[in-house]
């Protein structure tokens, strides 16, 4: 039997003309661009427009129950063009945020960076098949240098140590919200 959520098409990469008011389709779910591997559609992922290169930057993301979108890609909004920065293949696991779908971001198009704390996502350790865990780390994409950093990384996963460092520092979350004050440069 097939689930409301496996029988509903996954439809792809629209625009909106305010103009007009009319919506065109870029790309169809799984299109293969001659510019690199299919684009796929996802929910829960990041997208973000930075206004001095003119591109929107995707990443990560959720497919059915059990497909975790790990690429990273740019679509250029005046000329449509993808760049994939990352097909999500041949990734270190030390070198990119989790694979995940409740990751917030933010983005500093004055400074080139993109900010990123994870949230639910795909256990290192069990591959794309294994479980879900709440990680708690802090990336930031340079887009100058195409780099990740991790600027903060805790793994700790026991009840009692989150509860001894509740005044320190955040717990791991995965329904939360971030923030960025451009004025500080800082994420809030």
Same mark, same amino acid.
């Given at each position: /039997?097939?689930?409301l959520?496996?029988?509903l098409?996954?439809?792809g990469?629209?625009?909106?003309?305010i103009?007009?008011?009319?919506?065109?389709?870029?790309?169809?779910?799984? *299109?293969?661009?001659? /510019?690199?591997?299919q684009v796929?559609? $996802?929910?829960?992922?990041?997208?973000?427009?930075? !206004?001095?290169?003119? +591109?929107? =930057?995707?990443?990560?993301g *959720? $497919?059915?129950r059990?497909e975790? @979108?790990?690429?990273?890609? !740019?679509? +250029?909004?005046? +000329?449509?063009?993808? #760049?994939?920065?990352?097909?999500g293949? #041949?990734?270190?696991?030390?070198?990119?945020?989790?694979?995940?779908? /409740? *990751? $917030?971001? /933010?983005?500093?198009?004055?400074?080139?960076?993109?900010h990123?704390? !994870?949230g639910?996502n795909?256990?290192k350790?069990?591959k @794309?098949?294994?479980? !879900?865990?709440v990680? #708690?780390?802090? &990336?930031? =994409?340079? @887009?100058n +240098?195409?780099? &990740?950093?991790?600027?903060? $990384?805790?793994?700790?996963?026991?009840?009692?140590?989150?509860?001894?460092?509740q005044?320190?520092?955040p717990?791991?979350?995965?329904?939360? *919200?971030?923030? =960025?004050?451009?004025?500080?440069?800082?994420?809030?």
């Open positions: /039997t097939l689930s959520h496996d029988a098409p996954i439809s990469l629209f625009v909106y003309h103009s007009t008011s009319t919506w065109r389709c870029l790309w169809e779910d799984g *299109q293969i661009i001659s /510019t690199g591997p796929k559609s $996802r929910t829960g992922h990041s997208m973000l427009f930075n !206004t001095a290169d003119r +591109n929107l =930057y995707i990443f990560g *959720q $497919r059915k059990d975790y @979108m790990n690429d990273f890609f !740019t679509v +250029n909004v005046d +000329n449509e063009t993808i #760049n994939f920065l990352s097909d293949l #041949n990734n270190s696991e030390s070198s990119i945020p989790a694979v995940g779908y /409740t *990751q $917030r971001a /933010t983005i500093d198009c004055a400074r080139g960076e993109i990123v704390m !994870t639910l795909k256990d350790d069990k @794309m098949t294994g479980e !879900t865990r990680s #708690n780390s802090f &990336w930031v =994409y340079e @887009m +240098n195409k780099r &990740w950093s991790c600027l903060y $990384r805790n793994e700790k996963n026991s009840p009692a140590y989150w509860n001894s460092r005044t320190v520092e717990r791991p979350r995965y329904a939360h *919200q971030l923030v =960025y004050d451009r004025d500080r440069k800082s994420v809030v």
